[in-house]
């Protein structure tokens, strides 16, 4: 037996006026979610607890049936691995941002212009050329672009804390924060310094170069400061082969969620044109899949840009997009075995496109396959699946559920 995982970053909704009360979910022409409803038995999840707005990587954590508490060390190094930069245990993983400032480091754009990944690189290969010049009181510092003003700083070293504060003020017209210790150890202040240091040192090697020349000339933006947060140590993580006897696989193309799965021990699935963007090309991302089961017996397979479009409070976009998910589940229906594969499709969190952030309402739940115990629940939505058969689920209850229909369960007892 084997199963595939479908999960639609930020799918589920709140009831929309624009859509005359209905959410994007309700509103989008989905038979094949529908079909899955249909056959399968469904119900709502509470992703990390009830009312709780879960981020993509604690969300994907709990999914994948890990403990928050015991697992979750921060998003800087999920995200780093999901990267592909290499992180060790005692290794801190910073997220950053490439930023525009102005001479009293009052930041002016967050994303520098969202400045091109090209552009990105050329600046950093001048900002490793200052660290080595001048490198900072560590064992060993790395920093590496990744798509667009996206970046990573890596530090290594024995006397490094993760308990150390943003320097990113997370919004414009603010000054860039002086990263602080968190707790009363050394190591924590040495950490803040470090930060506090390379915030002044990267600018002063950004400030003038040719790049930022050329943009500034251009009416564009400069890149000519780097902003600290997230903070996070690689988590210690059972992975699901351990504690499932499973052999695992995941398609996703954003690095956050890359790399929980890589945390997690499954084997990254790598889809051209799954991009996560508007313009993911989903179907690629279903035959992949189906072509990845005779491999492997468990497949994740995650779309994210349903999500953007609500950040984006963007209604009409998002079930565009939830309609391109049906596209993924109707090549999944038709290429699957339903005889020997069980197919769930959830969402990790319910995102709002009123407010245009993650809230806390419960996402729906559907999962069809051989012997499932079919409620009466005839279509997919936030509404119908409240009506199924599996009532109201914790994130952390759903690996259980699909490995009982494996054959994968442990008895509890005798
Ligand atoms: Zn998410």
Do not use: W
């Not at 559920?401 to 054959?407: A, T």
């Amino acid at each position: 037996m084997k199963a595939i995982l479908v999960i639609a970053d930020g799918m589920a909704d709140v009831p929309l006026k624009a859509l005359k009360g209905r959410t994007p979910l309700e509103a989008a022409e989905v038979p094949s979610l529908d079909e899955i409803a249909k056959k399968g038995i469904c119900g709502l999840v509470d992703v990390i607890g009830p009312g709780i707005p879960p981020g993509s990587d604690t969300a994907h954590l709990a999914l994948l049936g890990y403990d928050l508490i015991e697992s979750y060390t921060g998003r800087g190094a999920l995200e780093a691995i999901g990267s592909g930069v290499d992180i060790l245990p005692n290794d801190l993983a910073f997220r950053c941002n490439f930023a525009t400032v102005d001479a009293d480091f009052i930041v002016l754009d967050r994303r520098a212009g969202r400045i091109t990944s090209e552009e990105a690189a050329t600046l950093t290969a001048a900002i490793q050329e200052s660290i080595k010049m001048n490198p900072p009181e560590v064992g060993d510092i790395l920093f590496t672009n990744t798509v667009q003003h996206r970046a990573i700083l890596r530090l290594s070293g024995p006397k490094l804390s993760a308990f150390v504060s943003d320097t990113d003020p997370h919004r414009t017209g603010q000054k860039v924060l002086q990263a602080h210790a968190l707790d009363e150890n050394p190591e924590a202040e040495h950490t803040a310094n470090v930060l506090n240091t390379l915030t002044l040192q990267l600018h002063d090697a950004l400030t003038d170069h040719p790049v930022n020349k050329r943009r500034a000339s251009n009416g564009l933006p400069v890149a000519n400061a780097v902003l600290f947060r997230g903070v996070g140590t690689l988590p210690e993580l059972d992975p699901l082969s351990l504690l499932y006897g499973i052999h695992p696989a995941a398609i996703a193309a954003v690095p956050l969620v890359k790399g929980v799965c890589k945390a997690a021990g499954m084997r990254l699935i790598n889809v051209e044109g799954g991009n996560g963007t508007y313009e993911t090309e989903t179907k690629a991302k279903a035959q992949a899949a189906i072509t990845s089961l005779q491999r492997f017996d468990f497949v994740l397979v995650h779309v994210k840009a349903t999500d953007l479009a609500s950040h984006d409070r963007n209604p009409q976009k998002k079930i565009q997009m939830i309609e391109k998910v049906d596209v993924l589940v109707a090549y999944l229906l038709q290429h699957i075995d339903s005889e020997d594969v069980f197919l769930a499709v959830t969402a990790d969190h319910t995102t709002s496109s009123v407010k245009g952030e993650h809230s806390g309402e419960p996402v729906p739940l559907a999962i069809s396959g051989p012997n499932v115990r079919r409620d009466d629940v005839g279509e997919f939505g936030e509404r119908p699946c409240g009506r199924g058969g599996l009532g109201r689920i914790r994130g952390v209850d759903l690996m259980p559920i699909l490995m009982n229909l494996l054959g994968k369960a442990e008895k509890a007892g005798s």
